[in-house]
T-cell receptor, first 113, second 114 residues
């Protein structure tokens, strides 16, 4: 199994809503990532979890709250988002050592209205 | 932090021709350089990678070269086919204590015309 699975595929939410994005992998990877990708731009790193601990937070606003319940799951909790937060949110995982391939999920297309 | 520049931003070639995409990086401690292909509406997928102890790596029609002294690396696609049309991102991983902090280049939109 070389899949990283993200749910939902699409999400439309109002600025006062609370929602969560979910990511799951069963490759035994110990590092998991959230990226944000705007149209025609490269993915931008948001958070890195290494061995279930938050190791990198790229100065992301607090309206985005990551959670890693176990080594296979990664959540991104969303609250009070702005329209400019509309983007493709990509989850990825890797073995956790440097210089190893990152596998990406298919992403959640988020629209904030 | 690491900064990766990528050129060109768009590239149009005729089917069967070669395509070359170039990247430069700033952090001399970076030593892993993957290339990702992203088709419209799909996830980025690794197509080839290279580590700093290697100067060149080839996989069928795709090759990557690395010049650590000059801090640049390039993707070469030979005998291009329409299905090669996509956005290509180079990336580098700077030294960090936790996980792989991929820093992407700005992307190259490759169009292979019949």
């Amino acid at each position: 199994d070389t899949e990283v699975t993200q749910t939902p595929k699409h999400l439309v939410m109002g600025m006062t809503n609370k929602k969560s994005l979910k990511c799951e992998q069963h490759m035994g990877h110990r590092a998991m990532y959230w990226y944000k990708q705007k149209a025609k731009k490269p993915p931008e790193l948001m958070f890195v979890y290494s061995y279930e601990k938050l190791s990198i937070n790229e100065s992301v606003p607090s309206r985005f709250s990551p959670e890693c319940p176990n080594s296979s799951l990664l959540n991104l909790h969303l609250h009070a988002l702005q329209p400019e937060d509309s983007a493709l949110y990509l989850c990825a995982s890797s073995q956790g050592r440097r210089e190893t391939e990152a596998f990406f999920g298919q992403g959640t297309r988020l629209t904030v209205v | 932090g690491e900064n990766v520049e990528q050129h060109p931003s768009t590239l149009s070639v005729q089917e069967g021709d070669s395509a070359v995409i170039k990247c430069t990086y700033s952090d001399s401690a970076s030593n892993y350089f993957p290339w990702y292909k992203q088709e419209l509406g799909k996830r980025p997928q690794l197509i080839i990678d290279i580590r700093s102890n290697v100067g060149e790596k080839k996989d069928q029609r795709i090759a990557v070269t690395l010049n650590k002294t000059a801090k640049h690396f390039s993707l070469h696609i030979t005998e291009t086919q329409p299905e090669d049309s996509a956005v290509y991102f180079c990336a580098a991983i700077p030294f960090t204590g936790g996980g792989n902090k991929l820093t992407f280049g700005t992307g190259t939109q490759l169009k292979v015309e019949l």
